[in-house]
């Protein structure tokens, strides 16, 4: 099994900036065969959406609505994925949520519990 802990959520005014971290720990033989690491987010009362994703080699993918403003990188020795948040609106407010995938999937099996974001106006 792999466990995923995310942290880094709170509460930050609209403009403010905001770092989430995820670890991952567990089965070695699980852990080394990861490849993809993302961000997801959910809104109450919206769909869980795919906020940014990189894969080991570094290659990543954004949503449009954060492009420009959220930074996603890995640190791999640290088996450790972050998520840098600027200029952070109202809309993006939501429980973020840290995913980790085998082979060349981009969307895993394996989720943290999540860490609540709100950025008030």
């Known amino acids: 099994q792999v466990q995923l802990v995310e942290s880094g959520g709170g509460l930050v005014q609209a403009g403010g900036s905001l770092r989430l971290s995820c670890a991952a720990s567990g089965s070695i033989f699980i852990i080394i065969s990861i490849n993809a690491m993302g961000w997801y987010r959910q809104a109450p009362g919206k769909q869980r959406e795919l906020v940014a994703v990189i894969t080991h080699g570094g290659s990543t993918n954004y949503a449009d609505s954060v492009k420009g403003r959220f930074t996603i990188s890995r640190d791999n020795a640290k088996k450790t994925v972050y998520l840098q948040m600027n200029s952070l609106k109202p809309e993006d407010t939501a429980v973020y949520y840290c995913?980790?995938?085998?082979?060349?999937?981009?969307?895993?099996?394996?989720w943290g519990q999540g860490t609540q974001v709100t950025v008030s106006s």
């Open positions: 995913n980790a995938a085998k082979g060349d999937l981009l969307q895993g099996p394996y």
